[in-house]
């Protein structure tokens, strides 16, 4: 199989405290643009700062495809923009062979080749068109007529999607899921948050007027920074008890679950929990970090039991006991 590699982007070196100042100017200017919606501009930024990518659910209208374009905007980083629909194919995404002017075949790439890549609702496309982005996500690179061709970095999917119960959905599987770092849903504003909207965003896009803080050399040194960051035995040893407690047991809240978080939510606990550090001030790991994003890690990673809806347990009411619980024995 060939390889076509990309020239990396090298990583610029960022201090601890610089690292930490970014941080906090991309999530001020974001929730300039999203009203309202702190704790989600958090996650987002969490993420996307632990190399990862990040699937957000909500109703048309809530400002998901707004957080995705200030973002964007906001890590001065090139992004493209995929429409979701039921007759997306896969090489409208990865890309396609063209007949160049010397009469031979030449690759065009898709939109996947890009720093950022907005998928907006990608649960109306279909199964098939869905599957385009594996590869992509976890091994970062696309293969096409036996050609490996590697995606430029930094390389984040924020992906958008309706509540599966709308019509014209088709639902991710878990192994796409299980690519996303984090899966977030966006609560309605509040009155005083669609009061705020009136004045920032009614007659013009706020992510529009966003300029850049930083580039993608930039954010590869923040991410880097980021994995400098101590894990203590005691934070170790924790993640792996909070990831066990999600397998299907007998008795306490497990008993309901069908399947459990993979180590790759593991791996996802760590990474995520280590950007937190770094927001708060922090050069080492502490158990609240790990705790802060334990709901979006998971939440899209346990399945329930049949037994469990019938009992009126959700996913979501069934993790809070989970982390409840592993909460108490530390």
């Not at 990865?94 to 609702?121: H, K, N, W």
């Not at 496309?125 to 696309?142: F, G, H, N, Y």
């Not at 849903?185 to 009614?202: G, M, Q, W």
């Not at 850049?212 to 008890?241: F, H, M, Q, Y």
Request: charged share 20%; proline share 7%.
């Amino acid at each position: 199989m060939t390889q076509v590699s990309n020239t990396p982007v090298a990583a610029t070196d960022v201090s601890f405290d610089d690292s930490r100042r970014l941080l906090e100017s991309l999530r001020a200017a974001l929730n300039r643009t999203v009203v309202g919606q702190d704790a989600l501009v958090e996650h987002v930024v969490t993420a996307l700062f632990a190399g990862g990518h990040v699937l957000i659910e909500g109703l048309p209208g809530l400002g998901k495809t707004q957080l995705a374009k200030g973002l964007a905007a906001s890590l001065g980083l090139p992004g493209t923009r995929v429409q979701c629909t039921p007759d997306l194919m896969p090489s409208d995404i990865t890309g396609t062979e063209v007949i160049g002017a010397g009469g031979q075949f030449e690759f065009r790439p898709g939109p996947v080749f890009s720093e950022f890549v907005l998928v907006d609702e990608i649960n109306r496309a279909t199964p098939r068109a869905q599957s385009a982005l594996l590869e992509a996500m976890q091994e970062r690179q696309v293969t096409h007529a036996g050609v490996t061709r590697r995606l430029p970095e930094p390389f984040h999917v924020l992906a958008t999607q309706n509540p599966i119960d709308l019509e014209g959905t088709y639902p991710l599987p878990e192994a796409q899921l299980d690519r996303f770092l984090f899966k977030l849903s966006v609560p309605y504003p509040t009155r005083h948050s669609l009061r705020a909207l009136l004045d920032v965003a009614l007659d013009a896009e706020p992510a529009e007027a966003l300029k850049p803080i930083c580039n993608g050399a930039t954010v590869l040194g923040v991410i880097e920074r980021c994995r400098s960051v101590l894990i203590s035995e005691r934070c170790k040893s924790a993640a792996v008890d909070l990831i066990l407690a999600t397998q299907p047991a007998s008795e306490g809240p497990a008993r309901f679950i069908r399947f459990g978080a993979s180590p790759r939510a593991l791996q996802a606990l760590i990474r995520a929990a280590r950007v937190r550090a770094v927001m708060a001030g922090r050069a080492h790991l502490d158990v609240e970090d790990i705790a802060s994003v334990a709901p979006p890690v998971l939440s899209h990673r346990v399945l329930l039991r049949f037994e469990g809806e019938l009992d009126g347990s959700t996913e979501q009411s069934v993790l809070e006991d989970l982390i409840r619980a592993w909460r108490s024995r530390l």
